[in-house]
């Protein structure tokens, strides 16, 4: 880490500039923003931004672990391409001599390369994957539609001693400068940064969550509006008091970056309206987001499951999935990231009424409509040999019981 030693006007200034390159240093974890800023640190805690480096995520490293099999490369070198944006601060941002890289894992021996590239991915200071120190430390953001420029290429970090956010600086915080930026405070070009979209080597769209949200028109909800909380009034770490300053109160948001995992925001995903008419069944499926539903990785699925009942017994079944299906060359289904083609996504597109029309079965007098959401589909789950009680779960979406 790079110390700027400005001692010569005295040891506070040291002190000062020591404190501030340990705050926010492109090398530097955020332990040091916990201590004071207790509530954003809770709910980042349960966020899956916590979890993105490869060691705290087993699907992540299930996922790398595959793809590492089947393209005969080492682990490390499909990594280095995914940290672009799980870990944007990783000092490797790619592996230059590739073949004498794979040769020195394949026989197993020790070289310079390959002990610098083991470094940087077991780096403490990017375990901790998007926390605060990746936001909050950029500068600015390199606006493109580009699906490769995303990640760090998208990214020009500040100085050590800048935090940038919401607000002006008022001097409370003392430790570091705050500078206000509008990628903070009126516009998705932040989330756009990871969340805009991906290519994989045969420029296949991944994880395009911010061009679906461009497409939908919509203009007065953002990301944060559903993912981060309303504003509320509050008063940011108001325990510590400063003299000659006072705290101001401030339109603050969550951290919680809302997902399946650690919200009920599935709830919000869709409205069911059922109907009978005549011999049919007539389901529509709204969805209330301004991207896919479901949006984001590409092993996201949505179960429809109708059940056509009489009295209480169960007379027949049907299951409507919602998903994205990846294949190879050969037609063969395979996980997105080395994915030669989309083979169907019938994915609800932003704000979309799907009407589905199903022949009522015989003898039936009710009907029971489940969605369900899963993070992995059994496919995939089964592909890469991974099995976890998080992702072989079955996460409650919508329902609705209708006399037939
Ligand atoms: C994924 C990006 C991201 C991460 C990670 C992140 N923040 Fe933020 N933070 C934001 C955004 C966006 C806002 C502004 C929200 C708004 O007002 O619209 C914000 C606002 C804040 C504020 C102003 C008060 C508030 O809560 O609105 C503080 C303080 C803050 N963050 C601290 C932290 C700390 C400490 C961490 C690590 C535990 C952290 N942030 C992690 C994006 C992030
Ligand atoms: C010694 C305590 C302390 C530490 C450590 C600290 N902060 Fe702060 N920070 C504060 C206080 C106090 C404020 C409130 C200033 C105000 O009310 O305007 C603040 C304000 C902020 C804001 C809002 C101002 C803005 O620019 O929008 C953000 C964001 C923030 N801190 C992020 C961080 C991050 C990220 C870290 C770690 C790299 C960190 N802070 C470390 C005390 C601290
Ligand atoms: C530097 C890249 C980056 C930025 C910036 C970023 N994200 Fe993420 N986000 C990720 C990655 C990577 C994951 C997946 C982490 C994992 O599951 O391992 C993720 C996951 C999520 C999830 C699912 C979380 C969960 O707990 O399941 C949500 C929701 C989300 N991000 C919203 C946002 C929003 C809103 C913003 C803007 C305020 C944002 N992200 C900014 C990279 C980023
Ligand atoms: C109107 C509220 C709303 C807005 C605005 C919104 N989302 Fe979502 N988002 C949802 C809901 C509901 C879900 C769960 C269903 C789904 O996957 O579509 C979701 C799911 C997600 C997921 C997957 C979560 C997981 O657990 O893996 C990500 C990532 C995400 N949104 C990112 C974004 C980003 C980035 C933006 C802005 C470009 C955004 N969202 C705007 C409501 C919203
Ligand atoms: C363009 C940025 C980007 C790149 C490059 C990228 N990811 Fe992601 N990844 C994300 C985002 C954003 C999410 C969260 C989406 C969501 O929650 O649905 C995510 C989520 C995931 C998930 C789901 C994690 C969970 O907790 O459910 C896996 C697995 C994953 N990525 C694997 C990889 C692998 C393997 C690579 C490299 C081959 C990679 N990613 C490259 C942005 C990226």
């Not at 390959?114 to 950029?138: F, L, P, Q, Y």
């Not at 679906?212 to 008063?235: N, P, V, W, Y």
């Not at 092993?299 to 109708?306: L, P, Y």
Request: some cysteine; aromatic content about 8%.
């Amino acid at each position: 880490m790079k110390t700027k030693l400005v001692c010569f006007a005295g040891f506070m200034i040291c002190l000062a500039s020591f404190a501030y390159a340990q705050l926010s240093g492109a090398g530097t974890s955020s332990y040091v923003c916990f201590s004071c800023h207790k509530d954003q640190a809770k709910d980042w805690a349960t966020t899956w931004h916590s979890r993105s480096h490869i060691d705290s995520n087993p699907i992540y490293k299930a996922m790398i672990n595959y793809i590492s099999r089947v393209t005969y490369q080492p682990e490390e070198s499909v990594l280095v391409g995914c940290a672009q944006c799980h870990n944007p601060k990783m000092t490797i941002k790619e592996i230059s001599s590739k073949d004498s890289f794979n040769l020195a894992k394949v026989l197993n021996v020790e070289t310079e390369q390959t002990k610098r590239i083991e470094a940087s991915v077991g780096d403490a200071n990017i375990k901790d994957g998007i926390s605060c120190n990746i936001c909050h430390n950029v500068q600015e953001i390199n606006e493109s539609m580009n699906m490769e420029m995303r990640g760090f290429k998208a990214i020009e970090w500040g100085p050590n001693d800048v935090i940038y956010g919401p607000f002006e600086d008022d001097g409370r915080a003392g430790i570091h400068k705050s500078v206000q930026k509008e990628h903070f405070t009126n516009s998705d070009k932040l989330c756009m940064v990871c969340h805009f979209g991906g290519n994989n080597a045969n420029k296949i769209e991944l994880y395009a969550t911010g061009k679906e949200f461009l497409g939908s028109g919509e203009t007065s909800q953002r990301c944060a509006d559903c993912h981060m909380s309303t504003k509320r009034k509050g008063i940011i770490t108001p325990e510590i008091t400063r003299p000659g300053t006072t705290a101001n109160e401030r339109e603050i948001r969550s951290h919680l970056f809302e997902g399946a995992r650690n919200s009920d925001i599935l709830k919000e995903t869709l409205s069911i309206d059922a109907k009978s008419e005549g011999s049919n069944l007539i389901l529509k499926l709204t969805n209330l987001t301004p991207h896919k539903a479901p949006t984001g990785f590409g092993g996201r699925s949505m179960d429809v499951k109708i059940e056509f009942k009489n009295g209480a017994n169960v007379l027949d079944t049907q299951i409507y999935t919602l998903e994205t299906v990846y294949v190879d060359k050969k037609g063969k289904e395979i996980v997105p990231y080395i994915a030669a083609s989309i083979k169907s996504d019938n994915r609800l597109t932003p704000y979309e009424t799907r009407k589905l029309s199903i022949p009522k079965f015989r003898g039936a007098t009710d009907v029971k409509i489940t969605v369900t959401y899963r993070l992995v589909s059994d496919r995939i789950l089964k592909l890469i040999n991974f099995s976890d009680a998080t992702f072989n779960k079955d996460y409650p979406v919508a329902s609705l019981d209708l006399k037939l």
